[in-house]
């Protein structure tokens, strides 16, 4: 499979004092992004070619094998290969399976797995609400960002977009070592999200109304919060579900040792519990169902 379908979400990323965005990827907090005035013309560059060099890669490979390879199956086949609706699960119910079976030691290095934060101390509600907040984020970056792009252009903007993400996800850091080379695939996923994130909470929305969640929470806790976060888009999947569930996220993080706090999202009515992670799952799959759903109705 040429882009791996990795289920973590980037907003887990080195703290700092910019935005963060995400992929399938490490989830949680703030991101280390660096901003377009710290980078040097010459860096630019090559950054800028390096990155669009990627994105042309997966085009052109995407496209030569939609053209040349059988029908539909070709097509079936990358848009299973870069869906992760069911790795998004699977990983998330293994932080799950631990908390029942009431060993929080593994269900700790379950979430470790999926995000970017410090898990070795987490109490059973900060593992809960990480293993959410994961959810919350991915379903617009691995499930509804793609499925739009699929629309739009088919599996070739559908490959593009993971591309750009999957960089992203590996090389969007403010550190030594990617500081110069993870800032463009950053703020292009930044630009590839936006309205997707957005669509996201509008999903959310319906399908808290058709669950019977708190739709009316839902919309004024998006609006109240959302825009608050670091991130210009992780904020509003997040925001949609802890204001449907009556649930609050953020807060408290710590990412090698370095506390970083996030604001609130959310009201905190009803508690971090694993009836919270079970309205989640039917959020996530309710609304990657009613996206599939437009997909259909777009691709007629």
């Known amino acids: 499979m040429i882009f791996p379908r990795a289920v973590r979400s980037t907003s887990g990323r080195i703290p700092s004092s910019t935005r963060s965005s995400s992929g399938i990827t490490r989830s949680s907090t703030v991101s280390a992004r660096l901003p377009w005035a710290m980078i040097s013309s010459d860096s630019g560059r090559s950054t800028s070619q390096t990155c669009a060099t990627a994105v042309v890669i997966a085009a052109i490979v995407t496209g030569a094998t939609v053209l040349l390879l059988p029908r539909p199956w070709i097509g079936i086949y990358w848009v299973f290969a870069l869906l992760a609706i069911r790795d998004l699960d699977f990983e998330a119910a293994l932080v799950i399976r631990e908390l029942r079976r009431q060993d929080l030691d593994a269900a700790r290095r379950m979430l470790g797995r999926i995000v970017g934060r410090d898990t070795a101390a987490l109490e059973e509600a900060e593992v809960l609400r990480g293993t959410i907040e994961t959810l919350a984020e991915n379903l617009s970056d691995a499930i509804v960002a793609p499925l739009l792009y699929l629309a739009i252009g088919g599996p070739v903007a559908m490959a ?89 996220l953020g807060g408290l993080n710590y990412y090698q040792g370095v506390a970083s706090r996030k604001p609130y999202i959310g009201d905190g009515h009803r508690p971090l519990d694993l009836t919270a992670y079970a309205r989640t799952r039917l959020l996530l799959y309710g609304s990657s169902l009613l996206m599939v759903s437009l997909d259909a109705g777009v691709m007629r």
């Open 160 to 248: 593009v977009y993971k591309a750009v993400n999957t960089l992203d996800s590996m090389v969007g850091y403010r550190n030594e070592r990617y500081r110069q080379f993870g800032w463009a695939s950053a703020m292009l996923d930044d630009v590839e999200n936006w309205i997707p994130a957005r669509l996201t909470a509008l999903l959310v929305w319906v399908c808290a109304g058709i669950l019977r969640y708190d739709l009316r929470r839902a919309i004024a806790v998006t609006l109240r919060d959302a825009h608050l976060q670091p991130s210009p888009n992780s904020g509003y999947p997040e925001a949609a579900v802890a204001g449907a569930l009556g649930i609050r």
